[in-house]
Structure formats: C-alpha cells, structure tokens
C-alpha cells in the first residue's frame, strides 16, 4: 500500500466569511491551487463593487491560492454586472441558494421561481458560458405550501434541476455538495455540462450520527445543508467520487461557525472542515477503494476542466500516518474534532503547516 501521494489540490466550494473569521480562515486554504469563495454572506456580493472588494480582503488576509469569487443571485442581480465582470476577463460564477433553506440564504430565489424571475440573467450566463453554482434543494411543496424534510430536500429539487437544463441546455450547471443516489443518477444522465461537487464530510456521514429518531439534531458539529443522508445514499455518493466519471469533482463547503452558534437552539448549519481534515479523509476513502490512481482527478484535474483553468504547477503531499486532529481552531469545531485519521498533509502540525 502506498504510504505517501503527491497531488494537486483544488476546492470549489468554500466560506470563507469575513472579518476576522476570514482571517483566520484563509490560510488554512494555502495548499490549494484554486477555490471557490461563496459570497452568501449578511449583505450578499451580488454586483462588481461588492465582488471586487469581497476578492481584495481575501487577498489581504494574505492567501496563496487563486480565488474565485462567486456572484449571488438574487432577485435584483443586474445582468449588466454580469457582463462586465465577464467582460474585464474575471473568472466568474453565479451562485443561487434558494431563501432560508442554508446560512445567509434569505436573498436568494426560490428554486420553483428561478426561471421565471429570472430568465434574462441567466440566459445571458448560458451565451456567456458563466456557471450557474445550484444549492439544489427544494424547502416546501409548491402544490400544498407543506415543508419538506430535510432528508428529502435534494431528492424534490431535482425536476427544477431537469427543467433549467432543458430551457438552458447549454448553461454550466454545478449541482453543489451532492448528498442522494437520485441526484448522482440526474448528473449521471444531464448533458456533459452539468456536473456536480462532493464534500468530505457527506461521504462519511450518515444521517443518525447527527439526528436521533425523533429528528433532534444530536451532533451539531456534523449539522449542514444539505444534511447526512442514508447509508445507500452515501454509497452513491462514494462511488461517483471515486470513479472515473469526469463530472464529479471536490467542493468542500467548509463553512466555519463559533461553536457558541452551533450548540445554541437551533443549531447554525455548516461543517467546518478545512483542508488539513478534508484531504486526509478523501486520500482514505480511495485508499480504502484501491482508486489512489484517480485522486488527483476528483482533487484538480475534473473540476478545473470544468472551470477552464490552468495548472499553476502547485502540489501537496500526503502521508500514511495517524494522527489526532483537533477539537477547535480560532472558537470553531473542527469536524472530526479528536478524533484520528489514518492519513495527513506532510509538514502540518494540527491545521497550518508545522
């Protein structure tokens, strides 16, 4: 068995917040090549000025890795904003979480609604080829005004998911943080510009390690949207990871909150599960698999491809050896907090480099 794998790193996923948080945060993220920075935050990025100014304090929080940041789509999102931002060159992507069904979402559209409230935004992203970056979940029945459980969300998102892409056929479409059999199967058999992230925690997260059978959440370090799902769900999800499908690529949706937040009422959704935990758990999910060969494809080589981006010729090392990660950083639990894992970023000590 192998002990040590050289590979590139990238995550297209990430929240990295703002303020101190951010500071923080950012560093953490310095083995990747690129990531994706969510903009849902209190007042949401959603025009150049913000875009711009959200890219320049993750810059002074002093990364190395390339950012890009997303644009939220809300119900006033200028297209013009859009354009220019593609115009200037920038790297862009359009994010949409339908309102209060994750953290900060309350101005986004609703999934049932997108198409209609906003249709010349995103057929103007479809002639552009910007991506449209989808929190596919649907939080309540339009028919009967019902909520939906939160184990079924993603499920019912999926016909809203299926009528984007035949009125967009060729918009870029990631499906974020995919946690169910049906979704895997809906990417499996969308065009080859749908394509979907998977996180580290989903994989190895099941649905009663966070919740009890009455639905209370019992785990709020593991509680996120979308939620853990079943064992045949995970499995799926597994199998899409380590395959050799191209569409399937690494977003971690590492989304720090103090743990005063997590542990209060009802709990703030969001693992945090930065770089240091994330890739040693993904190294032994295709260590376990025998898939070690197709690492670097889910880690940077598919979702680049997708992004169109270049190789910066950046790479991390990874090694067999156990070692504790640590219960908190900066007030904010770590996922798998004290407990060991069997692989680790080489030259760390604990989240940083050592």
């Given at each position: 068995m192998p002990q040590k794998?050289?590979?590139?790193?990238?995550?297209?996923?990430?929240?990295?917040?703002?303020?101190?948080?951010?500071?923080?945060?950012?560093?953490?993220?310095?083995?990747?090549?690129?990531?994706?920075?969510?903009?849902?935050?209190?007042?949401?990025?959603?025009?150049?000025?913000?875009?711009?100014?959200?890219?320049?304090?993750?810059?002074?929080?002093?990364?190395?890795?390339?950012?890009?940041?997303?644009?939220?789509?809300?119900?006033?999102?200028?297209?013009?904003?859009?354009?220019?931002?593609?115009?200037?060159?920038?790297?862009?992507?359009?994010?949409?979480?339908?309102?209060?069904?994750?953290?900060?979402?309350?101005?986004?559209?609703?999934?049932e609604e997108m198409i209609a409230k906003r249709y010349v935004l995103l057929r103007e992203c479809e002639l552009r080829g910007i991506p449209l970056s989808l929190h596919a979940e649907l939080d309540f029945d339009p028919l009967t005004g019902k909520p939906i459980p939160d184990i079924k969300r993603e499920a019912r998102a999926i016909p809203y998911a299926e009528l984007l892409v035949r009125i967009f056929p060729n918009l870029p479409i990631i499906v974020e943080h995919i946690t169910t059999k049906p979704m895997v199967n809906f990417?499996?058999?969308?065009?080859?510009?749908?394509?979907?992230?998977?996180?580290?925690?989903?994989?190895?997260?099941?649905?009663?390690?966070?919740?009890?059978?009455?639905?209370?959440?019992?785990?709020?370090?593991?509680?996120?949207?979308?939620?853990?799902?079943?064992?045949?769900?995970?499995?799926?999800?597994?199998?899409?990871?380590?395959?050799?499908?191209?569409?399937?690529?690494?977003?971690?949706?590492?989304?720090?909150?103090?743990?005063?937040?997590k542990i209060k009422g009802r709990p703030a959704a969001g693992v945090f599960c930065p770089p240091a935990v994330a890739l040693p758990i993904i190294t032994g999910i295709f260590d376990k698999r025998g898939a070690l060969s197709r690492l670097n494809s889910f880690l940077s080589k598919n979702g680049k491809k997708f992004y169109g981006l270049p190789d910066l010729g950046k790479s991390?090392?990874?090694?067999?050896?156990?070692?504790?990660?640590?219960?908190?950083?900066?007030?904010?639990?770590?996922?798998?907090?004290?407990?060991?894992?069997e692989w680790k970023i080489d030259g760390f000590q604990g989240l940083l480099p050592g």
């Open positions: 794998i050289e590979v590139c790193a990238c995550d297209f996923h990430v929240h990295l917040r703002e303020g101190q948080m951010l500071k923080d945060v950012a560093p953490l993220f310095n083995v990747c090549e690129y990531i994706t920075a969510m903009t849902n935050l209190p007042y949401p990025v959603k025009d150049r000025q913000t875009r711009m100014a959200y890219f320049e304090e993750i810059r002074r929080a002093n990364p190395c890795f390339e950012a890009i940041v997303a644009v939220m789509l809300t119900e006033d999102t200028d297209p013009e904003e859009i354009n220019d931002l593609h115009g200037l060159g920038l790297k862009v992507v359009l994010k949409n979480i339908p309102p209060n069904v994750s953290t900060n979402s309350k101005f986004g559209v609703r999934l990417i499996l058999r969308a065009p080859p510009n749908v394509v979907g992230t998977i996180t580290a925690h989903h994989p190895v997260t099941g649905y009663f390690e966070v919740f009890d059978r009455k639905g209370k959440i019992i785990a709020p370090e593991k509680y996120c949207k979308p939620v853990a799902k079943s064992r045949g769900d995970i499995d799926a999800v597994n199998h899409a990871m380590i395959s050799e499908e191209e569409k399937f690529f690494f977003g971690s949706d590492c989304a720090p909150h103090l743990w005063g937040n991390v090392k990874l090694i067999k050896e156990r070692w504790v990660v640590p219960e908190l950083y900066h007030g904010i639990r770590v996922f798998k907090g004290g407990e060991a894992l």
